[in-house]
């Protein structure tokens, strides 16, 4: 019987410490980072993951999804918001009606870069994979993003 129970409290105790480091890992964001986007996005709260070794804060802003993406010395790398499929520029639209004819606009976002460029995004389904397709402020193509 004593086995038993010191077998069962030194597995509730790893299950306990594994639950914890993975937290404390996925949470790990530093003060830095927490304080640059407390300054910009004052009361708003976050869910916090690791993107490209920086840090991407997830939340709502008036309605919409955003998000922003700091270093880890918590300079604001960039900002995305989503926005209806409608106010994509007319020519993004133009473009993803003339060589995507079928897919259907799941999501839109506006992105500002830290040099105040502006991106839009347009994710699409091909083949039944999303896509992000990119423009630029004026709605040229530059890019699309394939899923693997």
Do not use: C, R
């Amino acid at each position: 019987m004593k086995k038993v129970l010191t077998l069962t409290a030194f597995a509730f105790t790893t299950i306990l410490f594994a639950q914890t480091e993975t937290k404390s890992k996925k949470n790990d964001v530093p003060d830095v980072v927490k304080k640059a986007f407390q300054k910009d996005y004052p009361s708003q709260p976050a869910k916090w993951e690791k993107e490209n070794g920086g840090y991407e804060a997830e939340f709502k802003m008036n309605g919409s999804e955003a998000s922003a993406v700091y270093d880890k010395n918590g300079h604001k790398k960039e900002f995305e918001i989503e926005i209806k499929a409608s106010e994509l520029p007319n020519a993004a639209s133009d473009y993803l009606k003339k060589n995507y004819p079928i897919a259907k606009i799941k999501e839109a976002a506006k992105i500002t870069d830290d040099k105040n460029t502006v991106t839009y995004e347009a994710e699409i389904k091909i083949k039944g994979k999303s896509n992000d397709v990119l423009f630029d402020a004026n709605g040229k193509f530059i890019k699309i993003n394939k899923e693997d």
